[in-house]
Antibody, heavy 112, light 111 residues
Framework: QVQLQESGPGLVKPSATLSLTCSVS????????WTWIRQPPGKGLEWIAH???????AYNPSLQSRVTISLDMSKSQFSLKLTSMTAADTAVYYC??????WGQGIRVTVSS | DIVMTQTPLSLSVTPGQPASISCKSS???????????LYWYLQKPGQPPQLLIF???NRFSGVPERFSGSGSGTDFTLKISRVEAEDVGVYYC????????FGQGTRLDIK
């Protein structure tokens, strides 16, 4: 059974950079796409970015200027960086193996 | 972008009765490889979304047979043959043929 676990800060200051990591266990990292999705409080799901195990990436155009996704296959991890955080970025952030297995999510609040 | 529009936005169903959710896409999510990357998820309260259906009509591992998906072109449907109490939550459709986009969600509760 593939398992994913998000890690990172729960609180980020406005204008700071958010760094999240997703650790993957129980399955092969190779040959799959890996994805970040977010969900603002009480709202729907928004795809942020994905990366293939070969390193190819795709980004949501609305976030592309602020987002970087990367992977570390040696650690079976992939990561998200989101710069210039604002209150609008407050959300639960999920990592997923596109599109079947999801992590439990990490709640990130942007506040001073 | 492909816009995914779900209807209804909410429904209340008596246990044992059927339920149906529609998802219409602004463009066909049919890929040039012949596959249609259309998915259905259920997000139970306080949990991450769980995959129910992939590529329009394929039930994911462990998903009960009462869930079925169908559709083609720009019109897709998720059906629950007999709703159970554990089916409560928000249902989302997703296309990933182009840059991924989700429907706005349909909240199902029990009468």
């Amino acid at each position: 059974q593939v398992q994913l676990q998000e890690s990172g800060p729960g609180l980020v200051k406005p204008s700071a950079t958010l760094s999240l990591t997703c650790s993957v266990s129980g399955g092969s990292f190779s040959g799959h796409f890996w994805t970040w999705i977010r969900q603002p409080p009480g709202k729907g799901l928004e795809w942020i970015a994905h990366i293939h195990s070969t390193g190819s990436t795709a980004y949501n155009p609305s976030l592309q200027s602020r987002v970087t996704i990367s992977l570390d296959m040696s650690k079976s991890q992939f990561s998200l960086k989101l710069t210039s955080m604002t209150a609008a970025d407050t959300a639960v952030y999920y990592c997923a193996r596109t599109w079947d297995y999801w992590g439990q999510g990490i709640r990130v609040t942007v506040s001073s | 972008d492909i816009v995914m529009t779900q209807t209804p936005l909410s429904l209340s169903v008596t246990p044992g009765q059927p339920a149906s959710i529609s998802c219409k896409s602004s463009q066909s999510p049919l890929h040039t490889n012949g596959r249609t990357y259309l998915y259905w998820y259920l997000q139970k309260p306080g949990q991450p979304p769980q995959l129910l259906i992939f590529e329009v009509s394929n039930r994911f591992s462990g998903v009960p047979e009462r869930f079925s998906g169908s559709g083609s072109g720009t019109d897709f449907t998720l059906k629950i043959s007999r709703v159970e109490a554990e089916d409560v939550g928000v249902y989302y459709c997703l296309q990933s043929t182009q840059l991924p986009t989700f429907g706005q969600g349909t909240r199902l509760d029990i009468k």
